[in-house]
């Protein structure tokens, strides 16, 4: 059985201790990740529309 993948948690982190350039390359760090994940999310709805597609027409 494989092994479920690990769930990150947002941790709580203090903003304010971030200058002004820190938060603008994380706010782009965190834009690739929601990117990424949104890709990860299209890939996997179209896997399972496919596999409905496939079961539900034989």
Do not use: G, T, W, Y
């Amino acid at each position: 059985m494989p092994e479920e993948p690990q769930k990150k948690r947002s941790e709580s982190i203090d903003l304010e201790a971030f200058s002004e350039d820190e938060l603008v390359v994380r706010i782009a760090e965190l834009k690739d990740d929601i990117a990424a994940c949104e890709r990860e999310l299209e890939k996997k709805r179209a896997h399972r529309s496919a596999a409905a597609a496939f079961f539900n027409s034989h």
